[in-house]
């Protein structure tokens, strides 16, 4: 138990200080409240320029954001989540659980095999049809002749 403690203390102090979900400057530097102006600029660059720093970082489009994986969560969090269900099922349900995602991965490796049956059967089918649609079409024909 107070191994588990001592974990779960050390991997709160090892991601605790993370800031995952709020980007940080690029550049390491800090800016004043205003950016500073040149004399020779006009119109819209002195515009821009002159604008408060909060305005010149804010974002301009929402497409810029990275996207997360799964339900919004991030790599990070997932692994986060899945060292912590490892931790709560413990090592004799893990190994049950691998034992059924293996019987599960070979059932899924024969899909493609059946899909490609499906698709021949179905192509001789269609071939069939086709052959009888163009007979009863000739005998038709043969017969307003």
Same mark, same amino acid.
């Given at each position: 138990m107070k191994s588990f403690a001592a974990t779960i203390v050390s991997l709160a102090a090892l991601f605790g200080n993370t800031s995952a979900f709020a980007? #940080? =400057?690029? !550049?390491?530097?800090?800016? +004043?409240?205003?950016?500073?102006?040149?004399? !020779?600029? $006009? *119109?819209? +660059?002195?515009?821009?320029? =002159? &604008?408060?720093?909060?305005? &010149? /970082? &804010?974002?301009?489009?929402?497409? +810029?954001? &990275?996207?997360? #994986? @799964? !339900?919004?969560? *991030?790599?990070?969090?997932?692994? %986060? %989540? @899945?060292?912590?269900g490892a931790f709560l099922l413990g090592p004799q349900k893990l190994a049950e659980l691998g034992k059924e995602a293996g019987k599960m991965a070979g059932e899924l /490796?024969?899909?493609? /095999?059946? !899909? $490609?049956?499906? @698709?021949?059967?179905g192509e001789k089918m269609a071939q069939a049809t086709k052959k009888e649609i163009a007979e009863s079409s000739s005998a038709t024909t043969a017969e307003k002749e």
């Open positions: 980007p #940080g =400057n690029a !550049f390491g530097a800090q800016r +004043s409240a205003v950016a500073p102006t040149s004399p !020779f600029t $006009q *119109g819209q +660059s002195y515009i821009a320029s =002159n &604008q408060p720093i909060a305005i &010149q /970082k &804010q974002r301009s489009s929402v497409a +810029s954001v &990275q996207t997360m #994986g @799964l !339900f919004g969560l *991030g790599a990070p969090e997932i692994a %986060i %989540i @899945l060292i912590a /490796k024969e899909v493609p /095999k059946e !899909f $490609q049956e499906g @698709l021949a059967e």
